[in-house]
Nanobody, 123 residues
Framework: QVQLVESGGGLVQAGGSLRLSCAASGRTFSSYAMGWFRQAPGKEREFVAV????????RYADSVKGRFTISRDNGKNTVYLQMNSLKPEDTAVYYC????????????????WGQGTQVTVSS
């Protein structure tokens, strides 16, 4: 069992930055790939980024590439999402999730999820 708790969301103006954190407890954090997803009102949940257990491999959605950075600190059991140059279309609830297999970009391949944190970008 893995428990995930996101934090760091909030309201920011377009062009601004936020850093999301996801703290994990339970089984060995460093064994899991960690992903970030988001869901805007009326839309399906979509992939944002994923990082391998060691942090050596990363994937991003095209929509955030060059603006968002995923990282992890296995000593602190935490994964981060640094979001820069935010746009109104980044407004969504952001979720972190874990899986023990690979760098999936599909939410159904993830085993454990946090409760989400709201990010709102005003124009």
């Amino acid at each position: 069992q893995v428990q995930l708790v996101e934090s760091g969301g909030g309201l920011v103006q377009a062009g601004g930055s936020l850093r999301l954190s996801c703290a994990a407890s339970g089984r060995t954090f460093s064994s899991y790939a960690m992903g970030w997803f988001r869901q805007a009102p009326g839309k399906e949940r979509e992939f944002v980024a994923v990082i391998s257990p060691s942090g050596g491999r990363i994937r991003y959605a095209d929509s955030v590439k060059g603006r968002f950075t995923i990282s992890r600190d296995n000593g602190k059991n935490t994964v981060y999402l640094q979001m820069n140059s935010l746009k109104p279309e980044d407004t969504a609830v952001y979720y972190c999730a874990s899986n023990s297999v690979a760098l999936f970009d599909t939410d159904r391949r993830y085993d454990y999820w946090g409760q989400g944190t709201q990010v709102t970008v005003s124009s």
